[in-house]
Each structure stands twice: as C-alpha cells, then as structure tokens.
C-alpha cells in the first residue's frame, strides 16, 4: 500500500473510531436526513425505527443544551400551542406548559370547562377553529377516536398527550431515561407486569424498533388488544427481538433488565378497583420480583403510583428510575414539538441507540 493510499486508510479508521467513542453508531448518518416537521403524533405505530431514535436525540441534545450548558434556545418563539386536557395530569401538563415556554412560545391550557369539545362544537370545528388561532395542538383525551377527528380536519400538527389506547409521550421519556442509564437500548429486556393498558400499548408499538426485548405478564382477562398484539408480533419478528406474553410476573421479570407497571385502575375505571385490586393479587413489584432479573434491573413508573402496584423498597431504592423518567417527560415532550415544528438539528454527536 502507498504511503497516500496509508494516511487515507487511517485517516478513516481514526474517524470511525472517533465516532464510535462519542457514541455514535454506524450507519446512524441517515437519522440526520429525516424530518418530522409538519406530523401528528397520535400513536408511535406511525413513526419508524429512525423516526424514534431521531425524536430521541433531539430530546437528549435539547436537555444536554438547555439544562447543563444552560443555553437559551427559543426555537419556538412566536409560536403557541392549546392544550385540551379532557382527563388531568401532573406530569403532562407541567412539561408540555413549562417545556413550550422555555423554547420562547406561549401555551394554552384548555379544561373541559374551557373548551366544550364534542359538546357545545363539533371536533371537527374545533381542529379547523385552533388550526387558524395556534401553531399546534396537544390534546389528553378518554377517546382515541376524538383526536383521529382532531387529526383528520386540522392543518396543523395534533400530539397525542394520553388516550384510552396509546400514551406515546410518556413512551419516548421511559426510553430516553433507559438510554441514559444503560448507555444503549439494543439488547435491552423490559418486562410489563401489570395491566394491558394504553401504556403497554405504546411499549408494544416501540419496544422492537429500537431493538429492545419486551415481556409481558398480565393477568387473564387485561391482556392488551389483539389488534396490538398482532401488530407487535409482526414488529418483533422483522426486527429480531423477542416478544413474551405470559400471565406470570416471575416469568416475566425472569432475565429482565428493566421491570415496568403502572396502575391498575386508571381514570374511569373507579367502580371497577375492588375487583381488579383481587384480579392483581402477586403482581406487585418487589425486590423478591427483582431477584430473577439480572443484577443490573431498574424499575420504572410512569406515575402517579400506589403501593399495591410496587412497593417502597424498591419505588425508592437506587434501582428506581421513576423521577429522572418523570423529568425526562418535559424533555421529550420538547424534542416532540420542535421537531414537529421546525427543522432543528441536533448540536451534539448522536448518542448510540
């Protein structure tokens, strides 16, 4: 080989291996070139392997710049958002509203006392009537059904802040927050012990794209859809992964790196607590829960939480992801709305998905 013919080789060796210690990943380059600006987000059925990760690196680049280089980034100055909360939230609320003010653009929170969506005006006059007045619409809502309505007859992009069917925000923060503990989220294995919820939906809709394991136990009669199931199975099948469903926690937690509930009785389903609280009986995370996990386990909430569903040894132990996951909701919700709004790109490398 020529001495030129040399330098050139390890030039590119030495680039390769500069990427990979700055947590890049080869091939990665292609998540520079997607762009989300212009889409709703009702469901991450919709989004691709790179769309997800590309949303995730928006929200880790966001977070790296805003809250440790304490830059000020008003990417969305001039802008405002409503924000239509049919059932309440903490979390949803406080990051869409904090989150959207931080980048320099004004939100609008919208009650059913405010806004009398499907009673007094039509959904379809309320996507066109907030499609003239602000930029974009956040909305949490008992019927998935009403943001597809939301979705169809607005000209601007709609984000799905909860349903009866898929919670993805919260979604893209648990993975945000495992991709910060772990380093990587190929390879991973969650395990669902808990009900076949909205929640769990979304896990099921994300977990194979970016290369994560997921194990379900539920207990018989909660499982989730089938439609989901069907749709998950396909998932795991073209992306190599695993997909367990069992009605057994233990099963479930057995080899897991990450152990996953939520509550068991969700808004609306009040006159249903006694019979799931007796449903749900030996689905309560525990550290004898976590014993069959590997050493490395961490749990996660996507809160608010209740003793039954996991108890205080391990909510507050040092395994317990739950408040940086709970932070990491306004960060994601962030990276969501610029890249559905602008054409922001990430300023640091790329972290390894």
């Not at 009040?270 to 009986?281: A, C, G, N, Q």
């Not at 039954?308 to 940086?324: A, K, T």
């Amino acid at each position: 080989m020529s001495a030129k013919l040399f330098s050139v080789a390890f030039k590119c060796l030495k680039t390769l291996q500069d990427c990979s210690t700055r947590g890049f990943s080869i091939g990665a380059a292609s998540l520079g070139s997607v762009n989300l600006k212009g889409r709703s987000c009702l469901t991450l059925k919709d989004f691709s392997s790179d769309e997800i990760k590309r949303l995730l690196w928006v929200s880790g680049d966001l977070k790296h710049r805003i809250k440790h280089e304490k830059q000020y980034l008003p990417l969305l100055q001039g802008k405002s958002i409503a924000m239509i909360f049919e059932k309440r939230s903490t979390r949803t609320r406080m990051s869409t509203e904090t989150g959207f003010a931080l980048l320099g653009g004004h939100p609008c929170f919208l009650t059913s006392q405010d806004i009398h969506l499907g009673v007094n005006e039509s959904g379809t006059d309320t996507a066109r009537v907030l499609s003239g007045l602000c930029d974009i619409v956040l909305a949490r809502v008992y019927s998935h059904s009403t943001l597809e309505e939301l979705e169809k007859e607005a000209s601007i992009p709609i984000i799905n802040g909860l349903s009866d069917f898929y919670h993805p925000i919260q979604i893209l923060a648990d993975f945000l927050t495992l991709q910060e503990h772990y380093g990587s989220l190929s390879g991973l294995t969650v395990s669902w012990i808990g009900d076949g919820n909205n929640v769990l939906h979304s896990f099921m809709m994300t977990a194979a794209k970016l290369g994560v394991n997921l194990k379900i136990a539920t207990p018989k009669g909660y499982e989730p859809e089938r439609s989901v199931i069907q749709e998950a199975q396909r998932l795991s099948k073209e992306h190599g992964t695993q997909l367990v469903l069992t009605s057994d926690p233990m099963e479930a937690a057995h080899g897991s790196n990450v152990l996953v509930t939520d509550t068991w009785v969700s808004m609306g389903q009040e006159e249903e607590k006694k019979k799931r609280l007796k449903d749900f009986k030996g689905y309560q995370i525990t550290m004898q829960t976590g014993s069959v996990a590997k050493p490395d386990w961490t749990f996660l909430h996507c809160l608010p939480r209740k003793m039954e569903e996991v108890d205080d040894e391990v909510f507050y132990s040092s395994r317990s992801l739950v408040f940086p996951e709970a932070e990491n909701r306004k960060w994601t919700i962030m990276g969501l709305m610029v890249s559905l709004l602008t054409d922001y790109t990430p300023q640091i490398p790329m972290q390894k998905f």
